[in-house]
């Protein structure tokens, strides 16, 4: 069983459209986050969400939108694609237990925008 | 702010070889300390973890002791494996209003037969 799941896996497009990425977990987990991984590899947290709330923006454009319809999921919605915006997309997902708070990671989304 | 310091890579080893992949840390407090591992065309997953200053995280071979003294948590393996070829992140958690990741740059490992 695959514990946070990422579709699609791949996704091209063309520069101004608008995507989206979707994040499901299975863990009952109720905090989660999306990441962005650049081509030099290096992670940036974007957004996390507890309970279906917003609790962390990491000063992400107002282009990028996610939401929570409830604590199993968080979609990563994307207006007006830029360039910049190819990268890898990872949703991760956690519970709040204080001291144990380990973030499971998804396989990731690869998004070029041509 | 908080950030993590990695060596820089990429770093190539003969199978059998003795491993080491350094990280430091800057940050306020006490935070945990994880290193991940990215295998080619995956995900991130755990590969250890200390919570507090002497905890040692182990799996797999591998190890790291947090090191309050000198903030670091250096990643070592005694023994490599071509399968431990992949890209490890070093990373530590920080809780403002909520936790978060903060990673280092990530060290590409490549193990030759």
């Known amino acids: 069983d695959t514990a946070v799941s990422q579709t699609p896996k791949y996704l091209v497009t063309q520069m101004g459209n608008d995507k989206s990425i979707k994040c499901e977990q299975n863990l009952g987990h109720d905090t989660m986050y999306w990441y962005k991984q650049d081509s030099k590899k290096f992670l940036k947290i974007m957004f996390s969400?507890?309970?279906?709330?917003?609790?962390i923006n990491e000063t992400v454009p107002n282009r990028f939108s996610p939401k929570s319809p409830d604590k199993a999921h968080l979609n990563l919605h994307i207006n007006s694609l830029e360039l910049g915006d190819s990268a890898v997309y990872f949703c991760?997902?956690?519970?709040?237990?204080?001291?144990?708070?380990?973030?499971?990671f998804g396989p990731g989304t690869r998004l070029l925008v041509l | 702010g908080d950030s993590v310091t990695q060596m820089e890579g990429p770093v190539t080893l003969s199978e059998e070889a003795f491993l080491t992949i350094n990280c430091t840390y800057t940050a306020t407090g006490y935070p945990s300390l994880f290193w991940y591992v990215q295998y080619p065309g995956e995900g991130l997953q755990l590969l250890l973890k200390a919570t507090k200053a002497d905890d040692k995280g182990s799996n797999k071979g591998f190890e790291a002791t947090y090191r309050k003294e000198t903030t670091s948590f250096h990643l070592e393996k005694g023994s490599v494996q071509v399968s431990d070829s992949a890209v490890y992140f070093c990373a530590l958690k920080i809780i403002q209003g909520a936790q978060k990741l903060v990673f280092g740059q990530g060290t590409r490992l490549t193990i030759n037969p």
């Open positions: 969400y507890n309970n279906k709330e917003l609790i």
């Open positions: 991760a997902s956690s519970l709040k237990i204080p001291g144990d708070e380990t973030q499971y």
